[in-house]
């Protein structure tokens, strides 16, 4: 969810997969945060551009992120997130068809954080792997990571650390994934992968004060 080439939310062959979208994709809050009162909320709308072995098209991908308004230089920091990829257009239309009323299970594998100031300047925010699903209700339909109802409710970005005073600006990145597509009874209907990668500059995830 930030810089790079965009890598997280990424390569799947088939729609769904993409997802996340960073998947897309959230910003962080530091394990040393202080107050609730030191964090921001941010909400960020963007769209990417996935290609997968079934289908090629773009999906929106909506972030909530929380993380600290200010930091100081040299201090470590980290954004909570979490996103909702809405999947529709030739890639709901391939995982409609495949698996109508079915569902998809995937795993984040690559999605970078761009960082203007901070260390690293780009970060894989996926680590070993992110969840992420959805139902296949209709041609159009949602993604979500971390998957609903499950704990926790939001994925933590590995520690950046902070550069000079000034403003440090994070951007959503490349997103891959690995996605399974399951039919409506449980069984496995295909494996495959997903690449994404921002439509256009990439979106602004987080801007942060450094002191």
Known sequence: MIHSKRGSLRRVALSGAVLASASMI???ASPTLASAGSMKTSKTTFTLNCDTGIANGQVTVKTTQKYPKSVAAGASFAIQWKSETIVGGALGEAAYT??????EKGTITTD???STDAT??????????????G????????????PKKTSPKYF???DFTAGSAGTDTVSA???DATVTIYNKSGGVVTTTTADCTPAGTPAVIATIKVT
Not at 98 to 103: E, I, T
Not at 120 to 133: D, I, K
């Open 26 to 28: 959230g910003v962080l």
């Open 98 to 103: 495949l698996a109508p009323g079915g569902s």
């Open 112 to 114: 970078d954080d761009l």
């Open 120 to 133: 690293p300047s780009t970060s894989n925010v996926a680590g070993a792997g992110l969840n992420e699903e």
């Open 135 to 146: 139902t296949i209700k209709a041609s159009t339909f949602p993604v979500y990571t971390p």
């Open 156 to 158: 933590t970005t590995p």
């Open 173 to 175: 990145g490349d997103d």
